[in-house]
């Protein structure tokens, strides 16, 4: 025998590291043995597996289609059944995304190590069919699809290799000796009676007498141990194509995104002035208005003016009553403006999320408790949406749940916050596009937060919004 | 003897009852009062008031239906006047306002009612032709002009009685005010004119109008 696997080498290197920290080689070495045996390595031996054939025919449909597609596309003359097939490659591309993505999320449990696996953004279609052609064919998801599928040609190779070579040879090796006694039994000695599948680039291995058939096992156990290195590589680099190609966004991506989000941000200051000044000119500023009306009448009654008056008593009751008027018309418009300043900037979240929390949990129609646990101030913007969030949610929650409590929970770690409103209402409720849950989610989506409703009917709803710590 | 018929346009329901009431203490007899633009041309059609308080911003848009109600009230209704009241002074409204005629025309902030005489002689003034502007709107359309003044080369002091000129005031009020003498101020309205390339006038539309004039060509 006249190979020499890595994995023996890297076996060699672990006892060296045994000799000086025992206790960390014996983990290492715990983890080489087990390995084999590892939930883990199973499950991503099975998932390279099942990517072979899945990979094998998305190459060829993609590669059929694009191909076609450009070259009618270049001949002019089939340019319009050209666009169709390049259309059909996108859509082929994102529908083979979505079936790699859902395996990789299915089989290899928490695939990226480095967080969830967002998908991409959802195909967003035109207006009529052009702008449907349009869009797909603009699909930047669709392509990357298309190009995964292309470039795991390779991965589904290496796969082959390495689950065919470690794991199937591994176990034919360690039971090499079974198979060699059946084809003596069967052929007769001085033959070589099971072949030797050596993959290996060179180098055979011959086999002569029992003595050479009891040393394979060995091979295989070597093969066995270092099987599930062998396809953790090549998941590593099937992952790295994924974090590539399948999920997060590309900077274009997230440019249209926070250009979204930007114009929101500037309508909804639009809005929130555009109202503020509605509020004002109409609340307030009328009543104020009225009020120096009433004490303008009120004066020319006490100085006895106005075209008929004499100061007399009738003119002084008749003051007394405007200056009333005028008086209740100040208190209303003193609170009018106390409630619209409110409205601009709750004064208690100047001491803290959780403190202006409370007192909009003290104030909900509905009973609500606070659970609060925020250690660190989230920046002013941050706790702002976080308010108003709660705010609408608990007003949602008087109107539409018909809840008898209600809780309002926050936390916060070094980086995130989360603001949850529960009820036990009817439940039902949804993200509708146009509803004003959607209207929400917009306006957290604008410092890259989310909101996620889960409202069963029959209930409870609970509304969950995770936002940045700093905006 | 009754006075003035009045309608009244006004969306702010306080508002609108509480000029109502301030209006008829006064002598005014007021014939209706409405809360929008087509109900105003509606009950100026029934009433043919002597002249309507109006609103510029009323529903359903909340931006200037009541101006442009004012505008057809003073284009199909010559014998009514019009005083636009608002919460702001908007000199593009003004001008709008204005450009058909400065007769049987006012232009005040709301803040105005607070000083009930004043109030009601500038509507008085109105509705018998006259000229109500606020000092507001004048300060504002003189002041937003600055290359006017330079151009024509008016002093300050001209300025200022121009001014006062817009709002409707007589010279010997303007001498009230700037405590000057009557003939001064004729001297500085005559000047103004001069300035101006305009022949003088005894009529207070007339000046209003010389000041249009003014404000226009600047």
Redesign the interface.
């Known amino acids: 025998m006249n190979c020499m696997h890595p994995a023996q080498r890297t076996a060699a290197a672990a006892r060296g590291t045994a000799a000086r920290t025992p206790a960390g080689a014996r983990a290492v070495a715990r983890a080489v043995l087990r390995a084999p045996l590892d939930r883990r390595s199973w499950a991503e031996a099975a998932y390279l597996t099942a990517g072979v054939p899945l990979t094998m025919a998305g190459f060829c449909t993609v590669l059929i289609l694009g191909l076609t597609g450009a070259a009618l596309c270049a001949s002019l003359a089939g340019v319009v059944a050209g666009l169709a097939l390049l259309t059909a490659t996108t859509v082929a591309g994102r529908g083979l995304a979505t079936v790699h993505r859902g395996l990789a999320a299915g089989l290899l449990g928490r695939p990226l190590p480095d967080g969830p696996l967002p998908a991409p953004a959802p195909y967003a279609p035109g207006r009529g069919l052009l702008g449907r052609v349009d869009a797909r064919l603009r699909d930047g998801p669709g392509w990357r699809g298309a190009c995964y599928v292309l470039l795991r040609l390779p991965v589904a190779l290496a796969s082959l290799y390495a689950v065919a070579f470690f794991w199937v040879t591994g176990f034919y090796y360690l039971t090499y000796p079974a198979w060699w006694g059946i084809a003596q039994a069967v052929t007769g000695p001085r033959q070589v009676p099971a072949p030797i599948s050596n993959p290996l680039p060179a180098g055979g291995v011959r086999i002569a007498s029992w003595s050479d058939a009891l040393a394979i096992p060995v091979l295989g156990l070597v093969l066995l141990l270092a099987a599930p290195w062998a396809v953790r590589l090549v998941v590593l680099a099937d992952r790295w194509l994924i974090r590539r190609l399948l999920t997060g966004r590309p900077l274009s991506e997230r440019v249209r995104e926070l250009r979204a989000s930007r114009a929101q941000a500037v309508d909804d200051t639009a809005a929130l002035l555009r109202r503020v000044e ?1 509020d004002l ?2 609340g307030a ?3 104020l ?2 009020v ?6 009120a ?2 009654k006490l100085a006895g ?4 008056g004499d100061g007399g008593a009738a003119d002084v009751t008749r003051a007394r009553e405007l200056v009333d008027a005028a008086h209740r ?1 100040a208190k209303e418009a003193l609170t009018e403006l106390r409630d619209l300043a409110r409205g601009i900037h709750p004064p208690a979240l100047d001491h803290g999320l959780a403190e202006a929390l409370a007192t909009l949990a003290a104030r909900s129609a509905v009973p609500a408790t606070l659970t609060a646990d925020v250690p660190v101030r989230p920046t002013p913007a941050i706790e702002t949406i976080a308010y108003f969030c709660a705010a609408e949610l608990l007003t949602n929650v008087a109107k539409h749940s018909g809840a008898g409590r209600a809780a309002v929970g926050v936390v916060a770690d070094g980086t995130a916050l989360r603001l949850s409103v529960t009820d036990d209402g009817a439940g039902g409720a949804v993200l509708r596009p146009g509803g004003g849950l959607a209207g929400l989610a917009q306006r957290v989506a604008v410092v890259d937060g989310t909101l996620a409703v889960s409202s069963p009917g029959g209930g409870p709803t609970v509304v969950t919004v995770d936002l940045p710590l700093h905006a | 003897m009754t006075g003035p018929r009045v309608v009244i346009a006004e ?2 329901a ?2 609108r009852e ?2 109502a ?2 209006l008829a ?3 005014f007899e007021v014939r209706a009062t409405v809360g929008d633009g087509d109900a105003l041309l509606a009950a100026v059609a029934e009433h043919r008031p002597d002249v309507t308080v109006v609103d510029v ?1 009323m529903p359903p848009t ?1 931006t200037d239906e009541g101006l442009r109600a004012a505008i057809t009230v003073r284009r199909e209704y010559p014998g009514t006047a019009v005083l636009m009241f608002s ?1 702001y002074v908007e000199t593009r409204y003004a001008a709008r306002l204005l450009a058909g005629g400065a007769a049987g025309v006012g232009y005040l902030l ?2 105005r ?5 004043e ?1 009601s002689s500038a509507l008085a003034r109105v509705a018998a032709g006259g000229t109500a502007l606020d000092p507001e709107v004048i300060s504002q359309m003189v002041g937003t002009s600055p290359r006017a003044a330079s151009v024509s080369g008016l002093t300050r002091r001209e300025r200022e009685v121009l001014s006062m000129m817009a709002e409707g005031r007589s010279n010997a009020a303007i001498a009230a005010t700037l405590v000057v003498s009557p003939g001064a101020v004729e001297k500085h309205v005559a000047s103004i004119f001069a300035k101006l390339g305009l022949p003088p006038s005894e009529s207070d539309n007339r000046r209003v109008l010389a000041v249009l004039h003014y404000l226009r060509s600047s």
């Open positions: 509605r000119h109409d500023q009328a009543r208005v009225a120096a009306m009433q004490l303008g009448l004066r020319e003016g106005g075209p008929d018309g | 969306d702010t306080i508002l509480g000029l009431q301030l203490d006064r002598g911003r909340f919460q709301k803040d009612v607070a000083d009930v005489a109030f």
